[in-house]
């Protein structure tokens, strides 16, 4: 059973950038694929950015691309989202997920397809 916990969220003005972390554990790290998203009050949850188990495949929202990065470090079982350039209607719960790589079914836009969840970290953007 994997555990995750997010840190990394806070205020923070537009244009600014913060990085949340996702530390998971729980055996293989490795093996899971790994994503952030993101759900804004009275809204659904959505797809930010997703990483393979090896970290050679990332995706990401339109939305975010060119702005955000997706990695994670094997070494320390955790993921990272680096956000730069925030803007305010990027304020919202980030939440970390995680499934097994045997679960795959490449719909890693899917929170339906992820099993593991953390607690989440408050992002608010102000202009």
């Known amino acids: 059973q994997v555990q995750l916990v997010e840190s990394g969220g806070g205020l923070v003005q537009a244009g600014g950038s913060l990085r949340l972390f996702c530390v998971t554990s729980g055996p293989t790290f490795s093996s899971y694929y790994m994503a952030w998203f993101r759900q804004a009050p009275g809204k659904e949850r959505d797809f930010v950015a997703a990483?393979?188990?090896?970290?050679?495949?990332?995706f990401y929202v339109d939305s975010v691309k060119g702005r955000f990065t997706i990695s994670r470090d094997t070494a320390k079982n955790t993921m990272y989202l680096q956000m730069n350039s925030l803007k305010p209607e990027d304020t919202a719960v980030y939440y970390c997920a995680a499934d097994q790589r045997f679960r795959y079914r490449g719909r890693y836009y899917d929170h339906h397809d992820y099993d593991y969840w953390g607690q989440g970290t408050q992002v608010t953007v102000s202009s």
């Open positions: 990483i393979n188990w090896s970290g050679g495949d990332t």
